[in-house]
Nanobody
Framework: QVQLVESGGGLVQPGGSLRLSCAAS????????MKWYRQAPGKERELVAG????????NYARSVKGRFTISKDNAKNTVYLQMNVLKPEDTAVYYC????????????WGQGTQVTVSS
């Protein structure tokens, strides 16, 4: 059974930092593209950051580039999202996603973790 379990969300003041974690089980973690998405109330889900399986290349949404850092630890089957200089517009539910394309396309989601940036 595949599970992606996010943690680390919460309430933070503008300018603050949070680190999200996503622990994966039931998949060969090192073979998946790992991504973080977010969805704010009334808005569509958007890709925030991604990291490739083999070489660990990263990509970011323009709105978070320079403030957020995605990383992973293959030994712990965990992907992280370090979020710095948080803004109120970063408020959303953040979702972890595991994606693998090939002979069979496989895609899994976590349950989400709430991040609220407010004074």
């Amino acid at each position: 059974q595949v599970q992606l379990v996010e943690s680390g969300g919460g309430l933070v003041q503008p300018g603050g930092s949070l680190r999200l974690s996503c622990a994966a089980s039931g998949i060969t973690f090192s073979t998946y593209d790992m991504k973080w998405y977010r969805q704010a109330p009334g808005k569509e889900r958007e890709l925030v950051a991604g990291i490739t399986p083999a070489l660990g290349f990263t990509n970011y949404a323009r709105s978070v580039k320079g403030r957020f850092t995605i990383s992973k630890d293959n030994a712990k089957n965990t992907v992280y999202l370090q979020m710095n200089v948080l803004k109120p517009e970063d408020t959303a539910v953040y979702y972890c996603n595991a994606d693998r394309r090939g002979r069979y396309d496989l895609n899994y989601w976590g349950q989400g973790t709430q991040v609220t940036v407010s004074s």
